[in-house]
């Protein structure tokens, strides 16, 4: 097969890569900018080509333009909508041999710059997958042909009796954005039917009636297929027409088997079928073409299904019966949502705002009265004047990265860019969460993804209502923890977290007896690391009768230390992550010398942990880097496995997140396992009227509750106890114990609970 390659200039070194992925057949190579199609399909004629690979945008749009159906996507403005290769990596289609001249069509495959062979990690991986679809046709799933018709009255009799023999049904809802009232505006199906043929219909709804119809549909009991289907969910609740029979989530699927790869659909189908492109801007078209987008939406999940079911590995299976029945706990959380005190709502914002006032009034009296310290231009011009960066040269940044390496520097630097990031983290908290826009009648909604992390650790966001906030980041304080309260007939809040359940984690995985022995011991574990780090004796850190901190800033301080060694973190990291301000306090707590900068202060935090548990820093993550390096996977003793495809070995970014995953994912399956139980018994079982779950927020449960002892009895129910086997083979039963926080008596705010 004779193959061409249309690239820029920047894809020639990476040129005998992808002769090597192509393997036998010949690569005619073409650098040369193109200016019409003519010229494209000369050079196809001319050499007899097969089949084409494209890597310059500035093709894109000319040979898209060839495809029968492709249709130029536009801004509001009217101006046509920028296309780009990262939005069509790996799409696949066929120009027709009559608009080259001949009789055979012409395969066309679209990859992004080859530069992203060298930067991404996953790069090689994906390119060969993609680049099999010229090389290997025959090993990739056998689509079908995509149609598609409005189901309406007329026809909805005999497209019900069709479905109604199907094998696997696709399920999508669109919605309204723009409608205050969060409205589905159509919902799609399509259905796999035993001939093999698939066939996918399209319903708005404009009434009653069509809601009736829906409801029918959903009630189909051929197994349901969705796309991050808890979007859809919480929408068909809302509505009243359960989905029956969801069984499969493309967006979990994938997850499941490559973790570190994105989970959108279009992603996902080019990954697992052969002959599609991305379509995502068909439906900006209007008119018919957004129900087509819809019923594409349909197609593609069910294709992608189909391939995903067929060729996952077993341990991705696996997997998937981990994380699936994540779902329902998070949609019933998410409808439920959190009650605000309207009050303390307004008083909260009010009280941040007088804070930012104060924050910029300082500001402009030091440095200009129209200065804005949101403006990255104008901190940047201050960063220059403070001889931050010299006068030759531009600023890399104004985030907040930057800005914590660059206070570090000079007093003053300090102290104008620590008020700085303190007006930004203000103005942040306020935007993020104190907008009267978040609420929705009332309430905060939020949505939990069982698949947000790599590690399985659910992520937070705001709701598919498209308010609400991530409930799992607030920051500390009581500005927004103070407005959330218990639900009207419920007794209080509590929340039940996990004790040191990372760091026991850590210990267990990497055998590192005394860190084994401290977690088991009665000790307040970062009080005795305190001691360990620190040389200050136990006692005077920790009153063990009271059960309280003696010497809470250099217990603080020892936390912090933990928390950032446990994964690895760096002295820059962990200068950002305390801040300037944090820092210094440790240096003149620790009276460490006076010629110390701050990265030095935190590369001395940071030696204290590798001094006091060596087994974790050298013998456990050696044992990481061989064993991703041997066989690109690390299985948890939960079951989980998690395929990596960056080499610890070789960058410390991969060795962070290849150290963090083990404790974060050995630990939130047990978290995950509890929550679903305690969800299932708070539905169905003896917990049912007495608690009423909240949020999943890493390790710990939060929930409302009714009778003074009900905390205790979910507690007690976190009892899971897991075999995990260290990186010596040796066997040991773990169990991480619950704390609860429940403040005193019953606890009204979220922001009362100790």
């Known amino acids: 097969m004779n193959v061409g390659f249309f690239g820029t200039e920047e894809d020639r070194p990476y040129i005998k890569r992808i002769q090597e992925y192509l393997g036998a057949h010949s690569l005619k190579v073409c650098f040369t900018s193109l200016d019409y199609w003519t010229q494209i399909s000369m050079r196809a004629k001319q050499n007899n080509l097969e089949a084409i690979i494209v890597t310059n945008p500035l093709l894109l749009p000319m040979i898209l333009e060839q495809e029968q159906s492709f249709v130029r996507a536009f801004n509001k403005n009217g101006t046509p909508k920028t296309l780009t290769l990262n939005d069509y990596h790996g799409s696949f289609i066929q ?46 799933f056998p689509q079908t042909d995509f149609t598609w018709e409005i189901l309406s009255a007329s026809n909805e009799e005999r497209l019900f009796h069709k479905f109604e023999s199907a094998i696997l049904i696709s399920v999508d809802i669109e919605t309204r954005e723009d409608c205050p009232l969060r409205i589905i505006d159509m919902v799609g199906y399509c259905g796999l039917f035993p001939d093999g043929s698939t066939h996918s219909v399209v319903l708005e709804l404009k009434s009653f009636e069509d809601v009736m119809l829906m409801r029918k549909w959903n009630k189909l009991r051929a197994p349901k297929v ?12 809302r509505y009243g027409c359960p989905l029956d029979n969801w069984l499969y989530d493309t967006s979990n699927l994938f997850h499941c088997w490559y973790a570190e790869l994105p989970k959108r659909l279009d992603y996902v189908t080019a990954f697992s079928i052969r002959r599609v492109r991305f379509w995502k801007d068909d439906g900006k078209s209007g008119g018919m073409r957004r129900l087509e987008y ?59 705002e007088g804070k930012m006032t104060k924050a910029l009034g300082n ?29 030759d040269k531009e600023v890399e940044s104004s985030d907040e990265k930057f800005l914590v390496a660059a206070s570090s520097k000079h007093p003053l630097n300090e ?49 598919s209502f498209w308010c609400g906030f991530n409930i799992q980041n607030i920051p500390g304080g009581t500005e927004v923890k103070s407005c959330i309260v218990v639900d009207d007939g419920w007794d209080g809040l509590a929340e039940c977290d996990k004790a040191q359940s990372e760091a026991r984690c850590v210990g267990y995985l990497s055998g590192c007896m005394t860190l084994i022995n401290l977690v088991e011991s009665d000790k307040d574990y970062h009080s005795w690391n305190a001691q360990c780090f620190f040389g200050i004796p136990y006692d005077q850190i920790w009153d063990p009768v009271k059960k309280k901190a003696i010497n809470k800033p250099i217990r603080d301080l020892s936390k912090r230390t933990n928390h950032g060694a446990n994964y690895n973190m760096g002295a820059a990291v962990m200068l950002q992550t305390m801040g ?49 390096k041997l066989t690109k996977k690390i299985v948890s003793p939960s079951g989980w496995t998690r395929y990596f495809f960056s080499d610890p070995s070789s960058s410390k970014p991969a060795l962070n997140s290849s150290v963090a995953h083990g404790p974060q994912q050995l630990s939130v399956s047990i978290v995950n396992r509890e929550f679903y139980s305690i969800w299932k018994d708070s539905v169905y079982g003896d917990l049912r009227g007495r608690v009423r779950l909240k949020a999943h927020i890493h390790d710990s449960i939060f929930f409302a509750y009714r009778g003074f002892e009900t905390p205790e009895e979910v507690r007690k129910r976190m009892n899971t106890t897991i075999t995990v086997k260290d990186i010596h083979g040796v066997s040991r039963n773990m169990f991480i114990p619950s704390d609860v926080s429940r ?11 100790k």
């Not at 969705?226 to 609740?237: E, I, K, R």
């Not at 231009?377 to 960063?383: A, F, P, Y």
């Open 743 to 753: 403040g005193k008596g019953y606890a009204k705010r979220w922001s009362e609970l």
């Open 415 to 463: 102290r104008i860019l620590s008020e700085i990031l303190e007006y930004r983290g203000w103005a942040k908290l306020k935007s993020t969460y104190l907008v009267d826009e978040k609420l929705w009648n009332g309430r905060a909604h939020y949505r939990i993804n069982a698949n947000g992390t790599e590690s399985g650790r659910g992520s937070s966001q705001e709701s």
């Open 363 to 391: 500001l402009q009296a030091w440095i200009h009265p129209d200065f804005n310290p949101s403006s990255p231009v104008q901190v940047k011009r201050l960063l220059k004047v403070l001889g931050v960066v010299p006068p």
């Open 294 to 352: 819809n019923a594409k939406d349909c197609w593609a999940t069910l294709m992608a299904c189909c391939s995903l079911l067929l060729e996952m590995p077993d341990w991705a299976k696996q997997n998937y019966l981990l994380e699936f029945p994540m779902n329902f706990p998070f949609i019933h959380v998410e409808c439920d949502g959190l009650a605000i005190d309207p009050e303390q709502w307004k008083k909260s914002q009010a009280e941040v």
């Open 226 to 237: 969705m796309q991050g289907g808890t979007y859809d969910a919480v929408y068909f609740l």
């Open 95 to 140: 120009i027709p041999g009559y608009k080259l001249g001949r009789e055979t069509p012409l395969d066309v495959l679209f990859l992004n710059p080859l530069e992203h062979l060298r930067t991404v990690p996953e790069a090689t991986f994906v390119f060969k997958r993609h680049i099999s679809k010229i090389t290997h046709p025959e090993k990739w």
């Open 580 to 628: 300037p301000k944090k820092v210094q306090e440790a240096k003149a707590l620790l009276k460490l010398p006076a010629e110390f900068s701050l990265i030095q202060v935190c590369e001395h935090l940071l030696m204290q942990y590798a001094n006091t548990y060596p087994e974790v820093k050298k013998d456990w993550y050696d044992w990481i880097k061989r064993t991703i």
